[in-house]
């Protein structure tokens, strides 16, 4: 007998974002792969991290959160999402959103299980779906709109069908799911008795008037969702880890016991850095993000266009998808490539977020960057069409 990993890790792949974070690395160039944000994060982030640490706050908390973050976050989602959640029955903070939802996934799925995920997809939902023996089962949006068809999703359930993924606004793609195309999803998960998992941790970098919808607010769904967002982007915190679930009393209690299991809980200065946030920023702090962001995104998307590479102009999230059908090489990851040797400016390729190769001309940036950077990787970018021709 020769020793071997699991069957489950050998469908567990490296995240083709971090690959190209380490060629980026390699050659010290601008990365816009990874959705690392080095933007500064607010004072009252920082100073209510140290105030805690100070005060010698670095045992374990509660597995579902310190209390002032669990009353912090009810206010909130009442307040932005139009949720109603109980502090002590219905919130648990976890290590990030990614914590929260393999919690959920190991809580409320069987193994062999599947999961209507829509892509281009966020490379973490599904391989934790697959971490957690569950089969992802996938539905295209289109572009230049990322619409789905409702006729597509109702053909990919089956009677093992067990719930329903939905990303909003969504990495990569910035799309930002309206309240009919949710309330359509909302039947299908009725009609199937399914759930409902979100990932809204882009809910507050949301462009050209629209407004940010949590699944999770439709009354006829409340019970079956589980909502899942943090404060990683929001606060430029993406290494702290600290994320949340919010959901039906029966579900949150196994949730939470998944989450002690693994995680134990969220690191506990940090969490109350993120309660002092949450309690001490005002409203104009969110809207003052959507504005700086949307400028980033503008400017993006200017250079890309005069580059040769139109890009889909995302209505959410900080990243972008754009059109690299003219760059050399059969595969995204060879026009990722051939950018990153001739720019000095990383992406992400495209096949990253399919599991076919519809991404395959395809490649993401990301936009959460500081302005000096930014203006380098844009300025780079535009002298790439001479280059090409």
């Avoid at 504005?291 to 995104?297: D, H, I, M, T």
Wanted: hydrophobic content about 40%; charged content about 25%.
């Amino acid at each position: 007998m020769k020793l071997a990993v699991s069957k489950r890790s050998a469908l567990i792949v490296q995240s083709e974002i971090r690959n190209m974070s380490i060629e980026c690395d390699r050659i010290d160039g601008l990365n816009l792969s990874q959705g690392v944000c080095d933007l500064s994060l607010p004072m009252p982030v920082k100073n209510g991290a140290k105030q805690a640490l100070d005060a010698g706050l670095n045992q374990y908390t509660r597995y579902d959160g310190i209390d002032e973050l669990r009353r912090s976050i009810a206010k909130k989602l009442k307040q932005y999402n139009h949720i109603l959640a109980h502090p002590d029955k219905n919130i648990v903070v976890s290590c990030g959103a990614t914590g929260a939802f393999y919690s959920a996934c190991l809580a409320l799925l069987n193994p062999g299980d599947e999961v209507i995920i829509f892509e281009p997809y966020y490379g973490y939902h599904v391989n934790t779906l697959l971490a957690a023996n569950t089969k992802p089962v996938f539905v295209k949006l289109t572009a230049p709109d990322w619409i789905f068809s409702l006729a597509e999703l109702k053909k990919h359930i089956t009677k093992k069908t067990r719930g329903i993924m939905v990303n909003t606004p969504a990495n990569p793609s910035g799309k930002v799911f309206s309240r009919q195309e949710l309330e359509d999803i909302a039947q299908v998960a009725l009609k199937h008795d399914l759930f409902i998992f979100t990932d809204e941790i882009y809910e507050y970098f949301i462009y050209d008037g629209l407004k940010h919808i949590s699944p999770g607010s439709l009354p006829e769904i409340k019970d079956r969702t589980i909502s899942i967002s943090g404060y990683s982007k929001t606060f430029s915190i993406t290494g702290w880890r600290v994320g949340y679930c919010v959901c039906d009393e029966k579900w949150a209690k196994m949730i939470g016991y998944i989450n002690d299991l693994i995680y134990v809980c969220a690191p506990a200065p940090l969490q109350f850095g993120v309660f002092k946030g949450i309690e001490s920023l005002p409203d104009k702090f969110y809207s003052g993000l959507c504005q700086e962001y949307l400028f980033k995104r503008n400017k993006i998307c200017r250079a890309l266009e005069m580059a040769g590479l139109i890009p889909f102009i995302p209505k959410g999230a900080y990243y972008v998808l754009a059109n690299a059908s003219r760059l050399p090489g059969p595969t995204s990851k060879d026009k990722a490539m051939f950018l990153l040797k001739k720019t000095g400016v990383a992406s992400v390729p495209g096949e990253a977020f399919y599991h076919d190769q519809s991404g395959k001309d395809i490649l993401r940036f990301c936009f959460a960057k500081k302005d000096s950077v930014l203006d380098e990787a844009c300025r780079r970018l535009i002298k790439l069409k001479k280059r090409i021709k």
